[in-house]
């Protein structure tokens, strides 16, 4: 969703007067609430139209830091006017996928791929609202704007919600499904009301149960279902145009931190970066890989991140776009593979010194 520093941005192009709307390569987002539903029941049907890495390129497909454009998606729904506002998403090995929204739905669906490994759509599509502490579907904007989504090692589910700012724990069912919530630990701090828990991730080198919060300011903590959170350094992006929007777990303690960008001139931006180590000091941090979506890319409003192995054993990259409600808006579902660099060859050894000899 929107946030205060895009709120902020377009209020300072607001007070440029019709300068900056001459610049800008389209109106500034519309947040609108998308109506009920038009049809009872979870199953929808979802239209998945493949679109390129770059429509003045059609023939582009990689991207600097050895990433690939392994495909991506315009998702639209016929069957409801609800599969709007994705926020965060998570994407299992077997290619289930799983998203929530801001207004407290649940997306899933499983992703279908072509013979060359290449995101091609998406089957199976669902959508249903996430319960809320009593069973009951959420209700409202201030209760169900859901932005974070984590799983833990056991397959429980965590959400991070803003406004009325927690994080719920969702048991997992014998069947896969969502339990009934609880409450989990958050972090000690004020949000704005529409600034809040942005980024989550679980974090299994640090314990089971351990799991990374972020802020849209850029704070990070670090969190236990059995312990209270701890700040960590903060995963700021290059200026106050960008937010911290999403993690994903990557390997070790590296995680992928989801940036994204939003000014009128420039228009919706995202960036990725793969950071060996949050919990130790800024300095001693190092990024292994930047993906950035940026100029004549295909993009929007990137706020969710998932990892998991491509088909040939390598590193995917799945990102998902809340389009705010908005007609110039589009949700889009874009896959990456990074293969990383080679590592430099290794220096010859160096030859020993020989100790002098002693005259007699």
């Keep these: 969703m929107i946030g205060l520093r895009t709120a902020l941005v377009l209020g300072m192009v607001a007070g440029l007067g019709g300068l900056a709307t001459q610049c ?3 109106r500034p987002p519309v947040v609108a609430t998308p109506p009920a539903p038009v049809k009872v029941g979870p ?3 979802v239209t998945a139209t493949p679109v390129a890495l770059d429509a003045a390129n059609p023939a582009k497909t990689t991207l600097d830091g050895g990433f690939t454009y392994a495909g991506g998606l315009v998702l639209t729904s016929a069957t409801t006017t609800r599969l709007h506002g994705l926020s965060d998403l998570a994407v299992g090995a077997d290619g ?3 998203a929530i929204t801001d207004d407290g739905d649940l997306f899933e669906a499983r ?5 060359n490994g290449r995101l091609a759509g998406v089957s199976d599509g669902k959508l249903r609202p996430l319960p809320g502490l009593d069973g009951r579907p959420l209700q409202g904007k201030q209760q169900a704007d859901a932005e974070g989504l984590a799983v833990l090692p056991n397959g429980d589910r ?13 048991p997992v069912q014998p069947d896969g499904g969502w339990g009934t919530p609880r409450p989990a630990p958050k972090p000690a701090t004020v949000f704005p009301d529409n600034e809040g828990m942005e980024a989550l991730a679980a974090y299994p080198v640090a314990g ?3 799991y990374i919060v972020g802020g849209e300011e850029g704070e990070v903590w670090l969190c236990r279902l059995s312990a209270d959170c701890k700040s960590l350094p903060p995963q700021s992006g290059p200026d106050f145009t960008w937010g911290l929007s999403g993690f994903a777990p990557f390997a070790g303690p590296a995680v992928a931190t989801l940036h994204r960008g939003f000014d009128p001139v420039r228009g919706w931006r995202a960036m990725v970066r793969f950071v060996s180590d949050p919990t130790v000091p800024t300095a001693r941090q190092r990024v292994s890989a930047t993906l950035r979506l940026e100029g004549s890319t295909t993009r929007d409003n990137i706020e969710g991140v998932a990892l998991t192995r491509s088909p040939s054993g390598g590193t995917r990259l799945y990102l998902v776009s809340d389009d705010n409600g908005a007609e110039t808006q589009r949700t889009l579902l874009l896959a990456f ?5 080679p ?3 290794a220096l010859p050894p160096k030859p020993a010194k020989k100790s002098p000899t002693r005259k007699r």
């Design 24 to 26: 800008a390569p389209r």
């Design 43 to 45: 199953e929808i049907t």
């Design 96 to 98: 289930q996928l799983m």
């Design 111 to 115: 992703i279908q791929l072509d013979a």
């Design 158 to 170: 965590l959400v991070s919600f803003e406004r009325d700012h927690r994080i719920w724990l969702y």
């Design 208 to 210: 089971p149960d351990a």
């Design 337 to 341: 593979d990074w293969t990383p660099p």
């Design 343 to 345: 590592l430099p060859p």
